[in-house]
């Protein structure tokens, strides 16, 4: 099979030395098979066959899933899916784990369309997804992943100024992005900035190029791998969503989860207020129509230059800015989305999934009397108004910003 993939200098741009950097400049597949013929991807039953060997052959499997689109148990369940999930994974697999069970228990699981996102690829991460048998499952995956790139951007390539080097310096000793730190004075870490990046590209992926995605009016909710759902979580969907109809038509968004624990879930579980989008509140269990993702891609080169590199930070940013009318989301206040992971990007040692497993189990026999309400409740309705906050930095670089805005172009 012969693979091809664009490479681009990146001069004077950049104001510093020459960088030779992989950007492919749209997230169409750019793979041609030798034995290939000429016309749209076909969804297939059989999964793609991953050679998890050196990185340009992982590549060469990412490429090819990504062109493939295999949905795994589309003979088994055929028809459109009644719901779309989106999961983020990196590399927490026992977490991973667990969201599934949780979804394996939920109600009318068998509709759902379950699409994995994936940036760090393994076969144990591979074998897990795989195992599923209770719904359709579809694997798509961030081409652009540092594990791709060990030592070249978007990885971090040796020749990167080090985080805490001041400019002055950093220009003496000639390093690749100099004259690009961020607002505080820091130089990129291609592991803080990778999230960010994973976010955009799958947000762009999902609605413009997943084949199963083509006719889907309904949102899709984005995922994490250390959440964990309720068994009524489908059916809380569908309450929102008749709810938005009636009482909420300007509702940008759902959020299914908050990041409360369930002490009080009996007395909250039919209870929803309006308010405006907060990252630290709506980004778990959020759901996004492609309405509101078309917002957003209209504010694609404002996304991908504010130096924050969290996404929900900047999206918090957007809204009431590059978004003219606030976003404005209807939320559950009893939540169908739990988190349970006790690792990620800033918390790497003493992670404990079997811990995780027992807060869960013991929240929900404490919330299990709670669980399918008749109806909805409005518990309270707050304006939507933009909600300025102090940016945290960590995306300054200019290759960050040019390959992060490529993902929505159609070249």
């Known amino acids: 099979m012969r693979f091809r993939l664009l490479k681009k200098n990146l001069l004077a741009l950049l104001g510093v030395s020459v960088i030779v950097v992989t950007l492919l400049f749209s997230t169409r597949v750019l793979i041609v098979s030798d034995n290939d013929t000429s016309g749209p991807p076909v969804l297939q039953v059989n999964m793609v066959k991953f050679n998890f060997g050196s990185p340009s052959e992982l590549t060469q499997s990412v490429y090819s899933g990504n062109y493939k689109q295999c949905v795994h148990n589309a003979d088994k369940f055929p028809g459109e899916p009644q719901l779309v999930l989106v999961v983020q994974v990196h590399n927490r697999p026992e977490y991973l784990s667990l969201l599934i069970k949780s979804l394996e228990k939920a109600a009318e699981v068998h509709s759902f369309l379950l699409i994995f996102s994936h940036d760090y690829f393994s076969e144990e991460i591979n074998s897990i997804v795989q195992g599923i048998t209770f719904c359709k499952v579809l694997q798509i995956y961030f081409p652009f992943s540092t594990q791709l790139y060990p030592s070249e951007f978007p990885g971090q390539d040796p020749r990167d100024c080090p985080r805490d080097i001041a400019k002055d310096n950093a220009i003496k000793t000639g390093c690749l992005n100099a004259e690009h730190p961020d607002s505080y004075g820091h130089y990129r870490e ?75 879930f009996t007395k909250q579980t039919n209870k929803v207020l309006t308010t405006g989008w907060m990252s630290t509140k709506h980004n778990i269990g959020m759901a996004i129509s492609r309405e509101v993702y078309y917002k957003l891609m209209g504010c694609n080169n404002e996304f991908c230059t504010y130096d924050d590199y969290n996404w929900d930070w900047t999206l918090q940013h957007l809204s009431g800015t590059c978004v003219s009318k606030a976003l404005k989301v209807l939320v559950a206040q009893g939540s169908r989305v739990l988190h349970t992971g006790d690792c990620g990007l800033h918390q790497k040692q003493n992670c404990r999934p079997e811990w995780a497993l027992q807060r869960v189990e013991d929240s929900l026999q404490k919330a299990k009397e709670g669980l399918f309400p008749q109806s909805l409740v409005l518990n309270g309705a707050e304006a939507a108004e933009h909600k300025a906050h102090m940016k945290n930095g960590g995306w300054g670089d200019v290759r960050d910003h040019i390959l992060c805005k490529n993902y929505a172009k159609r070249l």
């Not at 947000?203 to 309720?230: C, K, P, T």
């Open 190 to 264: 291609a592991s803080i900035t990778q999230t960010k990046h994973h976010w955009w590209w799958k947000l762009h992926f999902v609605w413009e190029r997943v084949q199963a995605m083509q006719g889907y009016s309904g949102f899709a909710i984005f995922l994490e791998e250390d959440n964990y759902i309720l068994p009524d979580f489908f059916h809380f969907y569908k309450s929102m969503i008749e709810f938005r109809k009636s009482s909420c038509p300007d509702c940008d968004m759902l959020a299914l989860g908050n990041h409360n624990d369930l002490a009080d």
